[in-house]
């Protein structure tokens, strides 16, 4: 009897294992590995019309995708592979989906650039994302390459390609870029943003965890979870995400959220209703409106009170002094809570809140937008370092975690080893 029931668990564990092979293989996900180049450039590495891996800035709001590359061409007076001002996708981009500017002139149908000015080309304007200027780019096609992941754990040898239309600039168009970062990947809602480029099985869903490290990477995952992030390999982390409903704002193809208050040990600051929130990897700290700001840093200076003040550092608008009798000595703060609509909380903990600026400074990581900024609260990287958030274009959900770290694991821990 002892040796028939043992003799059934092993078939059993037989059929589950089967099972979980058979899940694993359907299971669609893409894997890109996420670099840190400073508090506000975070790049995806992976195949853009490459024989080997390139760095794109990561911008959640970037109509469409470009890079610095001269496109193909042929012969020297014959005009390089690219999309023509006839083809529709090139008046959509124009007009839709395009880069939105008062500093941009109007497009025309030629390109600026030497020696392709009799080609009927689409240049298309875009603005560099940190210095806010000016240029353009041409659109062409590309063959985008990812490394598919087997069932959120490796990285898989085999590769998922895309074709998607991006835009292609001489490398010199631009200063200003991290010298290993050669453009920018639109992870936006825009139908010309690669999500939009992602075919059945891989579902319009990006899964984004930044590092805070500059050495180990972090993880982007294009697809439907599951999601696993070592020691727990037990843990698929969409089972540690909290959901909420993503929001669509008019003239912006980025990622907004409904926060109705922020709560800082119990007192409830309320952010005016119509008031919007938006994510962004492009903002180092989390900014918001004069009004909003001043009660925040009010309060929260109110419940730090034990820790001593330091002189100010700019941006910041409170620092402690984290040196006590001549040495340096870790704070704690209390938890700084954004409440959704429908009550859902998302908890910036100390590893998100406070950052050390110098050797005995440290500061709240929140700054002063202006009293008219455009959205009341635009949430920085600082604030979603090691933090797994999940933008499903599908259901337009958001899903996000809180810290990693209170997890025992931390936006560098997927397992990069390749596996076959
Ligand atoms: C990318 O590769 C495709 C296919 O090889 C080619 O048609 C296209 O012109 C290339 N694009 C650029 C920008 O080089
Ligand atoms: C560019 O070409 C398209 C298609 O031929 C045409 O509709 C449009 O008017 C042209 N635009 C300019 C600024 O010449
Ligand atoms: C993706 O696959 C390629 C080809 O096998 C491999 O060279 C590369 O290292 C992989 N990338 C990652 C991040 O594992
Ligand atoms: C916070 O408020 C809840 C009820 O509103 C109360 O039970 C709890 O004790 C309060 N916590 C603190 C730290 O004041
Ligand atoms: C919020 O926006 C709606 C629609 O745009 C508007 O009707 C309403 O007056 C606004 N409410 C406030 C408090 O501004
Ligand atoms: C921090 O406090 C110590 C005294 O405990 C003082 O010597 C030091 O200058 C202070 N540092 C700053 C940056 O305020
Ligand atoms: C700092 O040093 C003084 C004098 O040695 C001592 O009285 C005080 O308790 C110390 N403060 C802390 C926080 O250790
Ligand atoms: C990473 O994956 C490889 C291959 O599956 C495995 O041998 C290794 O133990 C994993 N490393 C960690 C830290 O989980």
Wanted: glycine share 4%; aromatic share 12%.
């Amino acid at each position: 009897m002892f040796v028939l029931i043992q003799a059934l668990a092993i078939v059993l564990t037989l059929i589950a294992h089967e099972h979980e092979a058979i899940a694993a293989s359907l299971s669609s996900s893409l894997v890109v590995q996420v670099n840190k180049h400073s508090e506000s450039a975070y790049s995806a590495h992976a195949y853009f019309n490459s024989s080997s891996p390139q760095n794109l800035l990561i911008d959640l709001d970037a109509p469409f995708t470009w890079r610095f590359s001269f496109p193909r061409q042929e012969g020297c007076d014959s005009c390089p592979e690219a999309l023509t001002c006839r083809e529709f996708p090139c008046t959509d981009l124009r007009t839709t989906y395009s880069y939105k500017s008062p500093l941009c002139p109007k497009p025309t149908n030629r390109s600026l650039y030497d020696g392709y000015h009799n080609c009927e080309l689409c240049p298309v304007n875009v603005i560099h994302p940190f210095t806010g200027s000016c240029s353009q780019v041409i659109l062409t096609y590309d063959e985008s390459m990812f490394n598919i992941s087997n069932g959120g754990r490796n990285a898989l040898s085999d590769m998922y390609m895309a074709y998607p239309i991006i835009g292609s600039t001489p490398p010199w168009t631009f200063d200003f870029f991290p010298s290993s970062v050669v453009g920018v990947i639109a992870l936006s809602a825009s139908q010309y943003a690669l999500p939009a480029y992602l075919q059945d099985p891989v579902e319009r869903i990006i899964a984004l965890c930044l590092p805070s490290s500059g050495t180990d990477p972090g993880v982007l995952f294009f697809g439907d979870g599951p999601y696993y992030l070592f020691p727990r390999d037990d843990v698929d982390v969409r089972s540690l995400l909290t959901y909420t409903a993503l929001l669509k704002q008019p003239n912006s193809f980025g990622y907004f959220i409904g926060v109705n208050a922020i709560v800082i040990k119990n007192r409830s600051i309320n952010v005016p209703v119509n008031a919007t929130t938006k994510i962004s990897t492009l903002d180092p700290y989390t900014k918001l409106r004069t009004d909003i700001y001043n009660n925040v840093a009010r309060r929260f200076s109110k419940v730090t009170k034990r820790i001593p003040p330091a002189k100010l550092v700019a941006p910041f608008g409170v620092c402690f002094n984290t040196s006590v009798n001549g040495t340096k000595v870790a704070i704690r703060v209390p938890d700084i809570d954004l409440v959704m609509q429908d009550g859902k909380k998302w908890t910036i903990s100390t590893a998100n809140s406070i950052k050390q600026v110098t050797e005995d400074v440290a500061c709240l990581a929140f700054v002063d937008a202006g009293p008219t900024s455009e959205h009341a609260i635009v949430i920085g990287t600082y604030q979603i370092e090691d933090n797994f958030l999940m933008f499903n274009l599908e259901d337009s959900t958001f899903g996000f975690s809180s810290s990693l770290l209170r997890r025992q694991t931390s936006c560098s821990n997927f397992n990069f080893t390749l596996t076959h």
